[in-house]
């Protein structure tokens, strides 16, 4: 059961979100306290539930294949800059963990939270506008965290074994073009076309028409899936099909593992442009 838009508190998580609301919802279990959702302005920011099956540390080790002593290293880091930098952004700027790395493991660590809370319907909801803290870059939305995967879910996945699979791309709406695999292969002219397409179709969609999260185009040379990621980078990743004999299968692969994908191919790839650079140009 994933509670995503099946309880009281989903909803109540959607307003805060719409309402751009910044502070914590608490959840009680009659006096005692159990679990947390922070937002920055309207995003979420953090979650924790004292029930969740999967944390950022077990993340870090299985996903980022970051080791323990690593670990305390960076918590050993954070408690010297307490109040000056939260462990999320320590973690990134010793360079343990690559961006968007980091980014899967913490949707890993906020969805199994934020599942964990609204699942409980005993639960009591409280909204405390002055629990607060320091966001970082890596805030999501409700609907981004629902593509968060179960560590045995990914267990074993590999991109580049996707069959049929010959090209690629990563794009976000502000920098465009931010990986490609392979790294060598041409741009893909395609894709312009297709990323057009899109851009014209949400410019003119309204709020009754509920546009797709995953279109595939078909032409002579090939099939193209189109996966658009709902967070606040507005995130792209394109494939490109070659010979495949089953193209559901395919589909599927990027239906269901998006942010999983585009995290492999940030760890075998040299980022064209990165987050850190887009924080430098600012």
Known sequence: MSCYSETIGYWKIKELEENQWSGGVVFLNGENQAGRILFSEGLISWADSVTQTENLFTALQSLAQVGKEDILFAESLFQEKKGKSNFVNILESSGL???WT???CLRVHINSAVKDLLCNSDLKIVENENLKISASKHVYTLDELELAQSFSETSGFDYGKISGVDYIEVRTRLDGIIMKWPEEAPYDETIDIISGVRDYIDSEKSDYIEVPFLTTFHYRHGVYIHSILPDIYGTSL???????????????????????????LSNTTIPIRTMADEEDDG
Not at 241 to 250: C, R
């Open 97 to 99: 963990v690559a961006f």
């Open 102 to 104: 980091l980014r899967e």
């Open 238 to 264: 394109f494939s490109r099909l070659g010979t495949v004999q089953d193209i559901n299968s395919v589909i599927q692969a990027f239906k269901k593992f998006p942010t999983y994908i585009i995290m492999q």
